[in-house]
């Protein structure tokens, strides 16, 4: 498999039902991050096999009869996280991260107006700035001014947050919350982490 790769259910993939519909399975395919659904492809047990070991999701092209690994022309990749079965083993769940727009029209999704979780896009993109740091980038300026800086700023943030909590209305408190929220996300990227690993501590925690 490719460096990275979860399998959540690898044994239900002996089971899988392949000859249901003539040897392939409908494949949906959600953003691990954002979890957006992003298209639907057909795998044959090539194209399964294909995805699992190179970790770049591969299909089966209907139209040109032969496996085809999204991309592969673009660019555009989706990168392999994670692969799901559902209960009767014909259809699959694959989590990938997208490097460029899936849809062929240069839109994030093939479903225009698939829902995405915001804040997850939002940190996504504070990641590509701290390794890109385009010019004019209030993003950029933040991480150039080094995390103490980023740490000071969330600080400000918080204490005019909890000020509008109690002084201003829904509006005005919930542009401080975002001003805040948006600082703490570019503090953790600045220390090494993610929205990602928040989220993992907190599940944690409510699981004990």
């Known amino acids: ?36 659904v992003l298209m639907l492809g057909w795998m044959d047990r090539a194209a399964f096999a294909a995805t ?8 089966f092209s209907r139209s040109r009869q032969r496996l085809w690994t999204k991309g592969e022309t673009s660019g555009h990749v989706l990168e392999l996280v994670a692969l ?7 259809t699959l ?18 479903f225009p107006s698939a829902p995405a979780d915001f804040i997850a896009e939002l940190d996504r993109l504070i990641a590509t700035r701290e390794c890109e740091r385009p010019g004019g980038s209030y993003t950029t300026a933040l991480f150039e001014a080094g995390t103490a800086r ?9 204490v005019e947050t909890a000020i509008a909590a109690v002084t201003e209305d829904d509006a005005a408190f ?30 944690a925690r409510h699981r004990r």
Not at 150 to 158: S, T, W, Y
């Open 174 to 203: 919930a542009g401080e919350a975002a001003d805040l929220l948006f600082h703490l996300l570019v503090l953790l990227r600045a220390r090494g982490l993610s929205l990602a690993d928040v989220a993992r501590e907190l599940e």
């Open 150 to 158: 980023i740490a000071q700023k969330v600080g400000e943030e918080g």
């Open 84 to 90: 799901e079965s559902d209960c009767d083993g014909d």
């Open 1 to 36: 498999m490719g460096g990275g790769v979860v399998t959540s259910n690898s044994a239900a993939f002996d089971r899988l039902d392949w000859d249901k519909q003539g040897g392939l399975l409908p494949a949906i395919v959600q953003d691990a991050d954002s979890l957006r």
């Open 52 to 59: 699992r070991d190179t970790g770049k999701v591969t299909f």
């Open 93 to 110: 769940l694959v989590l990938a991260r997208p490097r460029g727009p899936t849809c062929h029209l240069q839109r994030p999704s093939c």
